[in-house]
């Protein structure tokens, strides 16, 4: 493997590019050579995060494809204007899981799969929501007849989608998909009547198909109307708003400002940053290209070139301010040699145990900037790009970490 590796222990790109496409060597450099690591080479689970198999994960591995649909119909059902115990039953009817009868059945907590009113017929999702004879004579008044045949042959699943995803406007001017999802759930609980209390205390289908449309335009109305004016009121409790920015170190200290970005996690990374004094005063600073890299793994890179940045600029105490709470927690978890950024966090705590101060503090983004504007006129221009003049002219790390990638491409 050394032959790969340059004097400095880094990896030999231009040696390695004569057998490996682009996109590989983009992934290849974002991966840490650390000759002192006392890790050997590790096979890790590549579905979890920390490198360990798990049958929740392989599970999910086999799902992917399924729920890759699935994330369209919880984008329909989540959009609409209804009540939340609405959205969580509809999402719970496309997924099978309301209690009929045929459920209840197949889990040995029924006697019969039956429909309490079509004796002969099994009480499905699709059956009891649509097909039962209250449930049909709703929809028969609702849906155009040149669409009921249609309606009424397609699959649950096809049927649901379809219908979640119907935005046409009624002549009543509710949207299709925001009725639908009432009308579901009020057919339900009319059901639920029947079973628990009786059909006498149930509606019958012509008042059920007029309550419907009732609460229907009621929720609509009630949905629709203005919510409260900005200011103080019965319901809002006191609030007191903090301007989040950046603060300088104390005297005799540093600060490094750090950040890493990732366009697709994974997808082409890069990582920040910048040093400065008690006063603001800019001291050091870059942008650089990690590769291909997950968002967590460009945060590390971050904190290993920022570490490493300021160990050569003799900095003897630091403050290291980052916005990412999962590098921090990485770095200061106990150490483990199946995780996928093993070696990279070895060197990084190495850098932390040499002889220096070092404190590593979480902030938000807002606290992450590059410049604070009382030191504008003190930072100097950096050599990175025609696009990068001046760093102060970004008001994050993250966003001159994005221009620098979009430029160097």
């Known amino acids: 493997m050394h032959s790969y590796l340059d004097i400095d222990g880094r990896w030999d790109i231009t040696h390695l590019s004569r057998w490996l496409s682009t996109d590989i060597l983009q992934k290849i450099t974002a991966v840490m050579v650390d000759p002192l690591s006392p890790n050997a080479d590790q096979i890790f ?47 719970l009817v496309f997924l099978s899981r309301i209690a009929t009868n045929a459920l209840r059945f197949c889990r040995r907590c029924s006697d019969t799969p039956a429909c309490d009113r079509c004796v002969d017929t099994p009480e499905t999702v699709l059956h009891v929501l649509r097909d039962c004879p209250p449930a049909r004579f709703c929809w028969a008044r609702w849906v155009p007849i040149d669409r009921q045949t ?31 999802s009432i009308a579901i759930w009020l057919i339900w ?53 903090e301007q989040i920015r950046w603060q300088p170190p104390s005297t005799g200290w540093r600060k490094l400002n750090i950040d890493g970005a990732s366009a697709g996690n994974p997808g ?21 290209k990690i590769g291909e890299a997950t968002a967590a793994l460009a945060e590390l890179w971050a904190f290993y070139h920022g570490l490493n940045l300021a160990w050569k600029i ?37 850098m932390l145990a040499q002889s220096w101060l070092v404190r590593i503090v979480h902030t938000y983004r807002e606290g992450n900037r590059v410049s604070s504007r009382s030191t504008v006129s003190s930072i100097p ?24 990638l979009l430029s160097a491409k």
């Open 45 to 91: 689970w590549k579905v979890s995060a920390d490198g360990r198999f798990t049958t929740k994960s392989a599970y999910q591995l086999n799902q992917a494809g399924r729920m890759g649909q699935n994330d369209q119909i919880w984008k329909d059902i989540w959009k609409l204007p209804i009540p939340e115990r609405v959205r969580c039953f509809v999402w």
């Open 150 to 180: 249609e309606f009424f042959h397609r699959d649950q699943e096809d049927w649901l989608r379809s219908n979640l995803s119907n935005e046409d406007m009624m002549e009543s001017g509710l949207v299709w998909n925001e009725f639908f």
């Open 189 to 241: 609980k009319n059901r639920c009547t029947v079973c628990f209390k009786g059909a006498s205390r149930a509606f019958t289908a012509p008042t059920l198909a007029h309550s419907i449309q009732h609460k229907s335009l009621l929720w609509h109305k009630a949905w629709a109307a203005p919510s409260f004016k900005p200011g103080r009121s019965i319901l809002q409790g006191d609030r007191i708003t």
């Open 268 to 288: 082409t990374a890069g990582a920040g940053r910048v040093i400065r004094d008690e006063q603001g005063r800019w001291i050091a600073g870059f942008v650089a």
């Open 314 to 350: 003799g900095c003897d105490s630091l403050v290291i301010e980052s916005d990412s709470q999962l590098a921090i927690q990485l770095i200061n978890n106990r150490r483990d040699p199946v995780h996928p950024y093993a070696s990279l966090l070895d060197a990084i705590r190495r």
């Open 381 to 404: 221009t950096v050599r990175m790009n025609s696009l990068i003049r001046r760093v102060s002219s970004f008001r994050s790390l993250e966003m001159m970490i994005w221009v620098f």
